[in-house]
């Protein structure tokens, strides 16, 4: 069976420091892969999704930048965090678009 | 552009019956996702909808009409686990299956 992985759970960082966010699916191959926020008492927001490797469609601009460095693995990145980068990370992924979404445990992201 | 009305919150008894309806307006639609999230968890995939009627799946169902843009979740015998958020998501047709998110309902089942 398919499971995905994300870590970390939970992350504190000061404004300016750098991101790494990854997640990996495993049982699968090829998958459709997502990255959501969701900031508190809000709705998830599709932040960059992924339809194969190296292939990086970003939805909002901002200072998040993703990678898809191998076909499981999808990775959010910031040079430089700000305080409204604070939020819940998830990523999910798909066998193919239009197929259930299915989401890791998420990473509750902080800033100081 | 992109449009997704649910009710805010809503509170039913156990044992009762609940219908969560949204509404949306999306360009390029292909489908409809329902999902429950928990607080402070993810969200988990309920239920599809691609062509207009009922989809039954246990205590859940769900139905859609593509002309309305409408669609409900229903939900049968609450239980008190079922008070969390429910999220309405259509999806858009040729983005890579991207998912519109409306701010979700927050159900609250009472004893």
């Known amino acids: 069976s398919q499971t995905i992985h994300q870590w970390p759970a939970t992350l504190v960082q000061p404004v300016g420091s750098p991101l790494s966010l990854e997640c990996t699916v495993e049982?699968?191959?090829?998958?459709?892969l997502y990255w959501y926020r969701q900031a508190a008492g809000r709705g998830l927001q599709l932040l960059f999704y992924?339809?194969?490797?190296?292939?990086i469609s970003s939805e909002v601009p901002q200072n998040l930048s993703a990678s898809r460095p191998q076909d499981r693995q999808f990775i959010l990145s910031s040079k430089k965090l700000l305080l409204s980068d604070s939020g819940f990370y998830l990523c999910?992924?798909?066998?193919?678009?239009?197929?259930?979404?299915?989401f890791g445990d998420g990473t509750r992201l902080s800033i100081l | 552009g992109q449009n997704i009305d649910q009710p805010t919150e809503m509170t039913a008894t156990e044992g009762a019956i609940v219908q969560i309806n949204c509404t949306y307006q999306?360009?390029?639609?292909?489908?409809l996702f329902w999902y429950q999230q928990h607080a402070g968890e993810a969200p988990t995939f309920l239920s599809y909808?691609?062509?207009?009627g009922l989809e039954e799946k246990g205590r859940f169902s769900s139905f859609l009409s593509r002309s309305k843009g409408y669609s409900y979740l229903l939900l049968k015998e609450l239980q008190m686990k079922d008070s969390a958020s429910y999220l309405c998501?259509?999806?858009?047709?040729?983005?890579?299956?991207?998912?519109?998110f409306g701010q979700g309902t927050e159900l609250s089942v009472k004893p």
């Open positions: 999306t360009s390029g639609f292909n489908g």
């Open positions: 999910a992924w798909s066998v193919i678009p239009n197929q259930p979404q299915h």
């Open positions: 998501a259509p999806s858009l047709y040729n983005q890579g299956g991207k998912l519109i």
């Open positions: 049982g699968t191959s090829n998958p459709n």
């Open positions: 909808n691609v062509l207009d």
């Open positions: 992924s339809v194969g490797i190296g292939q």
